[in-house]
């Protein structure tokens, strides 16, 4: 593949990108030139920085609490993100097993592998970090498109227990005016836990409850998890038997472990077979109007030992090709993925299918966004999620989040208003907890706390044009959406370890508050034009600043003249937007953005067009491309809103258009 070099075994190896170096190898050892620093490795716990570490990827479900002394989560993307004098490489260590990485811990000078032998080990070519996981994600898979309700603000809790209990969730946002796209059913709308079942008691007719939440503007999403119940009278385990669907152990007899349903038998995923079976048992949820699965539990995680996963010996008989279970491991969680968002494809073929993930490998992305499973709502690990997030999305898997509010422990007011403030900037922003911790719906703490929620879900309303175009963008080329600050300054070191911050696109940098009782903060500016999202104070970067952020109103920095794509507030996606305003923070220089648009899911045609700031002396320039593409947005007004100065309605019909405007303040 273009702009990937596979790396042999043994031997001397330079790789080249032209006439420069880039990477030096003795077989699958890596060495390292001074000052060479080392980024990504998947879902990680620590901070941004991997260099000088040691990085396991083996999928586990960990005990509660994850903490920076953990290593390995749930899932396991084997990839590095190097760089050196501003310049960037990456190194993907290709094995669904085992992996150990010694990122020059042991010796400053040499990055060491430890797998099996069907490891591969390739350089993919720069030299910015776009290019990387441009081609990264050429090789190993691109985000799908998000059907735009996926965008929007979700809530789920362990569990929702009964229709009523769901109503009234639905109720509460919409009388509360909170915007809300998705509600979540756990394990316990099923009927003892067999996946694929409904209990008919809490939920007597799901089509029913589906479609009267769908009329208020409500998508339901449906957990699932690989452990098929061990029962005579269960279809899905005599149908998966009798075709001998289910992971073996040494000897040959189904293997079996004890998950929520009891004993279990484990779907043997890697089998392409296997997977269309699975798909298609999503009919009845499909039928129902579920609008997409929640993959748990898919390390797979085990209850005997508690939290332990499939021994190595295990056997996946794989349709005629068999593997131990060591070998393929850490896929395991991707394969169920991928027969989720097959079977909802095939099921569905005009809807883009919507899986959620806790575990997988490398390519993740093409199935499934991941959460980042159970983390706890504490202050540390909402500052956790930014580094947390900002590897992933070095890694390939852009479309990631982790449960806002935290899931296990009681939340408080501070800290679901904090966390609701960064998590409206996640990809996937989703409010979930754990069965007896203290609710943690928006309101659930009262005010001031409400409202600021309210408010900052109202502005994720109001970003989700300019979210959707960074997933469009995602989508082609892999460039994560919540971004470390590096991934568009690469030149600068100091925004190597600036790990407590990130921008969200390249036209907004986010620093998020992460103490209770604190209102300000330090704030890496990286070189450019920045304005204070909400006082419109002009910085110039790079610059080192003492950010004032009361409840509220968290330290948001846009990027001067790269217009921002606004909605106004809507309850829900599905209702039309009367207006787009492009928002237009001026300052020196020139600068633009795009935007995006399409019906918002399936495959019809789309359109796009570009603005572009300027600020000539006196004179800001805003000027808009004519529309391109097939798609034809609703009716609306079209407003240029320069922030400090003017709000002006814009004539037009998607043709070109050209506004100037006098700038009168000094900066
Ligand atoms: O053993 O389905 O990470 O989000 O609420 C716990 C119950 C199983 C783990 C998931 C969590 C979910 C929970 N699940």
Avoid at 93 to 104: F, I, M, S, T
Avoid at 194 to 214: Q, S
Avoid at 247 to 258: A, C, H, K, P, S
Avoid at 621 to 627: E, G, P, Q, Y
Wanted: hydrophobic letters at 40%; one cysteine or more; glycine letters at 10%.
């Amino acid at each position: 593949m273009d702009g990937v070099v596979r790396i042999e075994r043994s031997g001397r190896q330079a790789v080249r990108d032209g006439d420069r170096l880039v990477a030096e190898f003795d077989g699958y050892v890596k060495l390292r030139p001074d000052g060479e620093r080392y980024f990504g490795c998947g879902e990680r716990t620590a901070g941004l920085e991997k260099t000088r570490t040691r990085q396991v990827f083996w999928n586990v479900d960990p005990p509660a609490g994850h903490t920076a002394s953990f290593n390995n989560l749930y899932t396991s993307i084997p990839f590095v993100l190097c760089l050196h004098e501003g310049r960037a490489h990456g190194v993907f260590y290709d094995h669904p097993g085992r992996v150990e990485l010694d990122l020059a811990k042991a010796d400053p000078a040499r990055v060491t592998v430890s797998a099996a032998d069907e490891l591969e080990v390739s350089v993919v070519l720069g030299p910015t970090p776009a290019d990387v996981l441009d081609r990264y994600t050429a090789l190993t898979g691109r985000t799908p498109m998000p059907p735009l309700w996926a965008l929007g603000n979700q809530q789920s809790r362990w569990s929702y227990m009964d229709a009523d209990e769901l109503r009234s969730v639905a109720a509460e946002f919409r009388a509360r005016a909170i915007p809300c796209d998705v509600l979540y059913l756990d394990i316990d709308h099923m009927d003892g836990y067999r996946v694929f079942t409904w209990d008919r008691e809490r939920f007597p007719d799901p089509a029913g409850l589906i479609a009267e939440l769908r009329s208020q503007g409500f998508r339901v999403v449906v957990i699932t998890d690989p452990g098929v119940k061990v029962d005579e009278s269960y279809s899905l385990y005599v149908e998966g038997r009798d075709r001998g669907s289910f992971v073996l152990t040494r000897d040959g007899d189904e293997f079996q472990n004890v998950v929520w349903p009891g004993v279990c038998a484990f779907p043997d995923f890697t089998d392409p077979a296997v997977r269309e079976w699975w798909g298609d048992r999503h009919a009845g949820l499909v039928d129902a109007g579920v609008a997409g699965v929640w993959c748990d539990m898919n390390e797979p995680a085990l209850f005997v030992p508690w939290h332990s996963t499939m021994p190595e010996d295990a056997v996946h008989p794989g349709g005629g090709r068999a593997r131990l279970h060591g070998e393929v491991h850490n896929a395991y969680g991707s394969y169920m993925a991928q027969a989720a968002r097959e079977g909802l494809a095939r099921l569905r073929p005009d809807a883009r299918p919507f899986v959620i993930s806790r575990a997988g490998y490398a390519g993740l992305q093409r199935h499934a966004l991941q959460w980042t499973g159970d983390n706890s709502s504490w202050w540390e690990h909402l500052w956790m999620s930014m580094p947390q997030l900002q590897n992933l999305g070095l890694s390939g898997i852009a479309w990631a989040g982790v449960d806002v509010g935290g899931f296990f422990g009681d939340c408080d007011g501070e800290l679901l208003a904090r966390w609701t403030e960064f998590g409206v900037f996640q990809p996937f922003c989703r409010n979930h907890s754990a069965m007896e911790t203290a609710p943690q719906e928006p309101w659930a703490f009262g005010e001031p706390w409400e409202s600021v929620c309210r408010d900052m879900l109202a502005l994720r309303m109001q970003l989700l044009p300019y979210l959707y175009t960074a997933f469009e963008a995602c989508h082609r080329t892999g460039a994560p959406i919540l971004r470390p600050l590096l991934f568009d300054h690469p030149g600068d070191p100091v925004t190597y370890t600036a790990d407590d911050e990130f921008l969200v696109g390249s036209g907004l940098l986010v620093a998020p508050i992460t103490r209770p009782g604190v209102e300000h903060r330090h704030v890496y500016l990286p070189a450019g034009h920045w304005r204070q999202f909400w006082t419109n104070e002009l910085i110039e970067g790079p610059a080192h600043v003492l950010a004032h952020a009361p409840l509220g109103q968290p330290a948001i920095y846009a990027r001067c003249n790269t217009p921002i794509p606004m909605w106004p507030v809507l309850p829900h996606t599905a209702e039309i937007p009367a207006s787009l305003t492009w928002r237009v923070f001026v300052g020196p220089g020139a600068g633009s953005s795009s935007l995006y648009e399409d019906a918002g899911d399936g495959y019809g045609p789309s359109c796009s067009r570009t603005a572009h700031v300027e600020r000539d002396g006196e004179l800001v320039r805003f000027s808009l491309s004519a529309r391109s593409g097939a798609f034809v947005p609703p009716q609306r007004e079209t407003f240029v809103d320069f922030v400090g100065l003017d709000r002006v309605r814009l004539e037009e019909n998607g043709d070109a258009v050209v506004i100037e405007r006098v700038v009168t303040t000094d900066d």
